[in-house]
Each structure stands twice: as C-alpha cells, then as structure tokens.
T-cell receptor, first 112, second 114 residues
C-alpha cells in the first residue's frame, strides 16, 4: 500500500523554465511533508518542507504547495538549472509515529 | 567533513552470512534513522532512535534485522542469515531536536547478497 505516490517517474524541462513535481498521498494523518533531492552515489539531500497547517512555503527558487483537500503536494523550481537534474523524492510524516514515508521519486532532467 | 558517515560503503556477502553496518551521525544530532532503498523505490523506513532508545521499528522488518545505538552516538545495523532479497542500499540519517526537522542522510551502504 503506497501511501505517498509520485506518478511521474521522469520529467524533462528546458533550462530557465519552471519544473513542477507532483506528489499525492492517502493518509490524512500526515502532518509534515518534505522534498529531497538525490544525486547518484549520494544520500538524499533536504530541499524544503511544509507543515500541514500551511499551504505554501518558499525558499529561493523552490516553492512547495500543499492542497490538503486534494491530498496533493507539488514542488516548483523556478528557474530550472542544469544542476537541478536529479531524482526528487517527496516524503511525509505520520503524526502518530516517528516514521517518514517516501514516494518512489521523479527523475528531473533540465536541458541546457 | 562533519556530515553523516557510513561504513562500509559497499558489502558483498554470501547468502546465510551475517553483516553489520555502522553509521556515525552528526555529533549533536539526537535522532537517528535507518532506511532501506531498492532500485526504483524511495527510502523505506526501518527503525528510529532518539538518543540511545529505539522508539520505533518497522513492522516489515524481520527478526533477522537488529539495530543498536549505544550511548546515543553511533549506530549499528546487523542483518543475520542474509537472503538475496536483502540486497539494497542501506541509508542512515540523523536529525537534531525534538520536532519535525530535515534529516541529513549519509551516503549509504550498498549490500549485495550472492
């Protein structure tokens, strides 16, 4: 039972344009959401997070949007840069546990 | 470099052997997680420590897996009687404080069971 879903395994975007990565979840008990970026042969690196009491959080080129009614999370990267090419994971924390549940990832390729 | 370190980076073993992995978290971090990641999947939660106390363990984790964090510093993950299905990347992450915080991941230990 995949509680956090990233339905797009890959995405290609031109440099300078917006990248939008999507994530859907099923558990209404999730209270905190995070995005991580992963390069080959490295562990995931934290990008940005959002609490369930908010609907938007922005940090430089990265903005995360949360739509609780739709159980949908998205990460916007503007402008996209070739160095953003990586696998992006969304993750969610169940409020009743210490557990973080990760999606399967979306591979972003930013074309120069 | 004061990030999370893991040792070894790669381990090849034969089915039925025991293996042990080590994780050294960032020194002031009291929270420590172990994850397993297989190809095409995201990290899967295995267990969580707050200081030296193991507060949560995945129900998916078989009895062959055990983790410790003596003195609340480094942690070890042991897999007994390894099976081919245990082949995966084992990731360790640490985090500070008591509230929801970003986790800092190590580079992982890649296990191959022949």
């Amino acid at each position: 039972d995949q509680q956090v879903k990233q339905n797009s395994p890959s995405l290609s975007v031109q440099e300078g344009r917006i990248s939008i990565l999507n994530c859907d979840y099923t558990n209404s008990m999730f209270d905190y959401f995070l995005w991580y970026k992963k390069y080959p042969a490295e562990g995931p690196t934290f990008l940005i997070s959002i609490s369930s009491i908010k609907d938007k959080n922005e940090d430089g080129r990265f903005t995360v949007f949360l739509n609780k009614s739709a159980k949908h999370l998205s990460l916007h990267i503007v402008p996209s840069q070739p160095g953003d090419s990586a696998v992006y994971f969304c993750a969610a924390k169940d409020s009743g546990t210490y557990k973080y549940i990760f999606g399967t990832g979306t591979r972003l390729k930013v074309l120069a | 470099d004061t990030g999370v370190s893991q040792d070894p980076r790669h381990k090849i073993t034969k089915r039925g052997q025991n293996v042990t992995f080590r994780c050294d978290p960032i020194s002031e971090h009291n929270r420590l997680y172990w994850y397993r990641q297989t190809l095409g999947q995201g990290p899967e939660f295995l267990t969580y420590f707050q200081n030296e106390a193991q507060l949560e363990k995945s129900r998916l984790l078989s009895d062959r897996f055990s983790a410790e964090r003596p003195k609340g510093s480094f942690s070890t993950l042991e897999i007994q009687r390894t099976e081919q299905g245990d082949s995966a990347m084992y990731l360790c992450a640490s985090a500070p404080g008591q509230t929801n915080n970003e986790q800092f991941f190590g580079p992982g230990t890649r296990l191959t069971v022949l």
